[in-house]
């Protein structure tokens, strides 16, 4: 009489069905893994550019540049603000 009434529980008849769900599913999706062969092995560049040349910049007269001053102070926008003055424009 107890394994009967043991079956018609809810919460056992639920477990049930959720044990049956999972575990096909636990050992169907256990599998070694395989080797994909010739993958990325070997592989050769095809594009035919060699390395990319960057010319070496030369500043020259009238260049405009930017330089900006960073410090490990507590308080930069006390220490570093006389350094990073706002960028006028030459005519």
Request: glycine fraction near 2%.
């Amino acid at each position: 009489m107890a394994a009967a009434a043991l079956f018609k529980d809810p919460s056992m008849r639920f477990f049930r069905i959720v044990c049956l769900i999972t575990l096909p599913l636990y050992f169907i999706s256990c599998a070694t893994t395989h080797r994909l062969p010739n993958y990325l092995e070997n592989v050769v560049d095809t594009t035919g550019h060699e390395d990319v040349v960057v010319p070496e910049l030369i500043i020259q007269k009238n260049d405009l540049l930017s330089i900006q001053v960073y410090s490990l102070s507590i308080r930069p926008d006390v220490s570093d603000v006389m350094f990073n003055l706002p960028a006028s424009s030459a005519s």
